[in-house]
């Protein structure tokens, strides 16, 4: 038996008998995500960590995902297997600061079309946009879901704004999801200046020389990727919205603008189409934390739990569930 088919094993027989699942987000390593009994996107994965009735989850992705499975799920033992497994944007804003707003915001003006810098927390803009409700993308932490009034993810966000009784809404963290919403919606969209480094990387020139390179091939770009290459692309979506774009058009190529762990699963499913990534460097760090070793460790000794304080448990989860109803 290879190391690896012994890691296997014994991952599967701790997982029978701690009557664990194991959910692993689309950018996770080949071999982790083969280990996984669900693999999928932001929203698909916390709909399986709101629903499982297994007693431990062990949630191969980053830190705010297992936050989520926490606080949708309290009474199930979270487990992120790689403790340091974090998301950059979601550090980029926080719930709430320690500066004096009035001095803060003296002569400070919004107008449309702003980007809120980090100098100002969720509940700065808050006090600046009062009775505007806030939309927060998954990939932020659960103090700053508790300070939301629902979330969403790049799979549901522009239904979600579509959802809200109200023609002006913050959207945190991420600007160029932002962008993408107000795009798509005839609301105000009031936006942060977030971004993730692994989608802000590929610039238009990426594209120009994926089609000179694969002319036949459709562009199928994240949310997360800059307006310049959201508008050149031939579909914008989630990962799994991908996955699932790519097995129901008729097209035999497609460059892939995200995270380029997604290769693995269009590769299987598609055997027979092309994928090219839109840059081969388009790697997330922290999702690659991730292995088989540190998932059998998790499993042994029951290490990383996640556990949310009620206290923000509580207002995060009502951000979550009034997503999660939104079909
Ligand atoms: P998805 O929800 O589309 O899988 O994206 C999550 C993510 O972290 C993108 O960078
Ligand atoms: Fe965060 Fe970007 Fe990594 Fe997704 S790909 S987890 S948004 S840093």
Not at 183 to 189: I, S
Request: aromatic content about 6%; proline content about 5%; overall charge negative.
């Amino acid at each position: 038996m290879t190391e690896k088919e012994e890691l296997r094993r014994k991952i599967f027989a701790l997982k029978k008998e701690k009557n664990a699942i194991i959910l692993a987000h689309n950018y996770q390593r080949d071999e982790v995500q083969d280990i996984a009994d669900y693999r999928g996107d932001s929203l698909e994965l916390s709909r399986i960590a709101a629903d499982t009735d297994c007693d431990v989850i062990v949630f191969c992705g980053v830190h705010f995902m297992a936050e989520s499975a926490s606080i949708l799920s309290p009474d199930k033992t979270v487990l992120l297997p790689e403790i340091s497994a974090g998301c950059p944007m979601a550090d980029m804003i926080a719930a709430d600061s320690a500066r004096n707003a009035r001095t803060q915001f003296a002569g400070f003006e919004y107008h449309e079309g702003f980007t809120y810098p980090p100098e100002f927390s969720l509940k700065d803009i808050k006090k600046l946009h009062p009775g505007v409700p806030v939309v927060t993308y998954v990939n932020t932490t659960a103090e700053v879901k508790a300070e939301s009034d629902i979330c969403c993810t790049s799979a549901n966000a522009v239904k979600i704004v579509e959802s809200l009784d109200s023609d002006k809404v913050i959207c945190i963290p991420d600007k160029n999801l932002s962008a993408w919403i107000a795009r798509n919606t005839k609301k105000e969209v009031i936006a942060w200046d977030g971004f993730c480094h692994v989608h802000e990387r590929a610039t238009a020139d990426d594209v120009k020389s994926a089609r000179e390179a694969h002319p036949d091939a459709l562009v199928l770009a994240h949310p997360e990727c800059r307006m310049e290459i959201l508008e050149m692309a031939d579909h914008v979506t989630s990962t799994s919205g991908m996955l699932r774009y790519a097995q129901s058009s008729d097209a035999n190529e497609f460059i892939i603008g995200t995270e380029t762990g997604l290769m693995y699963k269009l590769k299987s499913d598609n055997p027979d189409k092309s994928f090219y990534p839109l840059r081969k460097d388009m790697i997330c760090p922290n999702m690659k934390k991730t292995s088989l070793n540190s998932v059998l460790h998790c499993l042994e000794t029951e290490t990383y739990k996640i556990k949310v304080p009620e206290e923000i448990r509580v207002p995060a989860k009502k951000a979550l569930d009034r997503m999660l109803e939104v079909k």
